[in-house]
């Protein structure tokens, strides 16, 4: 069985300041990772995922996450936050299979930017 | 991307009585649904799995006679919580997969909060 930490619940930071969002994982077997992000009264949304292939992958809006095995992470980062960025970020973690969609979920970090 | 809508968004009730959720794929057929409970500060837990035209499957430690769920149709899952306590309080959310999208992601309502009094 799988479980996710996020090791930080709250993080507070300024517009246009770098953000990073720790996300670790424990699994004996292989892996699928994925960042949901939520905004205040909305539902989840994909922000990226770790499938297979290169570690470091890429969302649309400048975030990025890099899945390390050996540490068992998959943090997430943005180099240069905007206000619009403040929401509620899951990590979620499937293990065994691509199409298996029972995810385990972190507990959710808040990012709040502020001018 | 695809829709997938809870109602009611907000609940409140008194002890004792019952209350139905529905989740919905708005522009998209959905034969499996799933079931989350959010308390606060806390992870999203399955709940189950709705299959339509079958039985729900259950996580463990879920009880099924006190979380109904029927999915009906194609596009509808409904979660109804019997006998709610104050103890049933939280946030309950959906999600959906659709089938003409990348493996792997799934589309989630906006969740219900429900309150029992």
């Known amino acids: 069985a799988q479980s996710v930490t996020q090791l930080d619940s709250q993080v507070p930071v300024f517009e246009e300041a770098p953000v990073e969002l720790r996300c670790n994982y424990s699994?004996?077997?292989?892996?699928?990772l994925f960042w949901y992000v939520q905004y205040p009264n909305q539902g989840l949304q994909l922000l990226l995922k770790?499938?297979?292939?290169?570690?470091l992958v890429e969302s649309i809006n400048g975030f990025e996450a890099e899945f390390n095995k050996s540490q068992t992470s998959f943090h997430l980062r943005k180099p240069s936050v905007h206000i619009s960025d403040t929401a509620e970020y899951f990590c979620?973690?499937?293990?065994?299979?691509?199409?298996?969609?029972?995810?385990?979920f972190g507990a959710g970090t808040t990012v709040t930017v502020r001018a | 991307g695809a829709v997938v809508s809870q109602h009611p968004s907000w609940v409140i009730c008194k002890s004792g009585t019952s209350v139905k959720i529905e989740c919905r794929s708005l522009d998209f057929q959905a034969t499996t649904m799933f079931w989350y409970r959010q308390f606060p500060k806390q992870s999203l837990m399955l709940m189950a799995t709705?299959?339509?035209?079958?039985?729900?499957?259950?996580e463990q430690g879920v009880e099924k006679d006190k979380f109904l769920i029927n999915h009906a149709s194609l596009t509808l899952s409904t979660l109804t919580v019997t006998s709610a306590h104050p103890e049933d309080s939280s946030f309950y959310i959906c999600?959906?997969?659709?089938?003409?999208?990348?493996?792997?992601?799934?589309?989630f309502g906006e969740g219900s909060r429900l309150t029992v009094l």
């Open positions: 709705s299959n339509e035209g079958s039985k729900a499957t259950y």
């Open positions: 699994s004996s077997v292989s892996v699928y």
């Open positions: 770790y499938l297979s292939g290169s570690t």
């Open positions: 999600s959906a997969r659709d089938f003409r999208g990348a493996a792997g992601e799934l589309f």
């Open positions: 979620a973690v499937s293990e065994g299979s691509v199409n298996d969609y029972k995810l385990s």
